[in-house]
């Protein structure tokens, strides 16, 4: 029943909205990339190795597009939509496992519809298959009896090494769950049993082949841009507090959980209460897993709504809990009523909204002008000021130089510069220029200028 649900509301639209971003062109121009050049392990956006991510999510897109060989607005969106399906099973065994089928399929339903995973399974980026990956993890460390079982442990940090893979440190977030869930129900001396040197063991091979092939590629440089600056400084906590500080985590969250944020409320109030009773039951570890992974993220300086996905799984089962709770067995007749109701109404809802947020989402790009003026001259070179360029290099299938600024000094060789119409009033007089086209990209208007000779200074 899940599965066919959750193929229907993920699937009808697959495909129909455009990359109007940097963010959501990224990885299917670096599958673009492995597939013409075969550079799988370090892939290239334009003249330089991308290294900022593990290349995993760019691997799937490449898979996706492998029996067409070709990269598309269609083939990008699978390995998101098929992982945001995984994550509803995923969700359904633990409440299943946990406490019974009526309970994970409650779950599953009501992680399928959130706002989070309803929208990040159309948007070819990582954070999706890293949610799979993460719930996955939960879903061994639950079949590991919380750790008791070693068999299911190594498949836990195999897990999590995979994460690591798909976006980096934010796969660490699975040892802060098991860890703090471990010390919960016994302490100290229970944190023996997690085997940490086996983790280290199973992870470590797992993640090191790309750290020496990325290491190999740029040395000393990729610990700078890479590793210091992307990652750790990245996820570094927030130095100085304040109203938006404090705020944008609850707002964020609250977010991600539509329609259910205001259940996922009271679900934790009811769950909070009951785990006072039983602070050792399965009940404690779903807070716990919910309890941390908001925290985290809470405290980092970078706050975004994507970066909340892995609270959609527990939060989902805090309500399955708390439903199965308010419509006790002697209720049932009723909670199955209630439930299909609710489903019904919610399905309905989701898909309207949908169609409309892709109409709207689709008005940011308008490249069709920029398209006609530019194909007959395929080798004229084509800038980009102002306006992000990979969604040009991805839909006109020929690079795009992004630029920071230009003068009437030394040139630029003849060709276009599609420049952010804000920028226009900065233009120097004296760089020969003939307007051709306009368009939008990610909701910013640009022009197109021809750039005549001599052309002008790029920077």
Known sequence: MLLALGGALLFFDAGARVLASNDEARFPMLARDMLRHGSWLVPRLGDAPYLNKPPVDAWLIALAAWPTGAVTQVTVVWPSLLAALGVALTTWWIGARLWDRAVGLAAGFVVLTTHGVFSMARVPMPDMVLCLVLTGAMAAFVAARFGERAGAMTLCYALLGVGFLVKGPAALLGLAIVGACVLARGGGSRLRRLRLGRAALVITPVVAPWWIVALASRGPQFVQDN?????????????????????????????????????????????????????????????????????????????????????????????????????????????????????????????????????????????????????????????????????LAFYLDRPVVPVRGVDAGSPLAPGYVVVDDRSLAGWPAGCATDPIAAGAVNGRRFSVLRLAPPGCAGS
Not at 246 to 257: C, G, K, M, R
Not at 330 to 337: D, N, Q, S, Y
Not at 354 to 368: K, Y
């Open 227 to 391: 590793v210091v600056t992307d990652w750790l400084q990245w996820y570094r906590p927030f130095a100085h507090p304040s109203v938006h500080t404090l705020v944008a985590p609850f707002a964020q969250a609250a977010e991600i959980l539509l329609p259910w944020s205001p259940l996922v409320l009271i679900a934790l109030v009811a769950a909070v209460r009951a785990a006072r009773h039983a602070p050792a039951d399965d009940l404690a570890f779903v807070l716990l897993w919910a309890g941390v992974v908001f925290v985290i993220i809470a405290l980092s300086e970078q706050q975004r709504m994507r970066y909340y996905l892995p609270l959609c799984p527990p939060a989902a089962l805090l309500v399955a809990v708390w439903y199965r709770r308010l419509f006790a067995p002697r209720r049932a007749v009723l909670g199955v009523g209630v439930g299909l109701a609710t489903a019904a109404a919610v399905a309905v809802v989701l898909v309207t909204w949908q169609r409309a947020d892709n109409s709207r989402h689709n008005a940011l790009l308008d490249l069709g002008a920029l398209r006609a003026s530019t194909a007959q001259e395929a080798r004229q070179p084509i800038y980009a000021l102002g306006v992000p360029e990979l969604p």
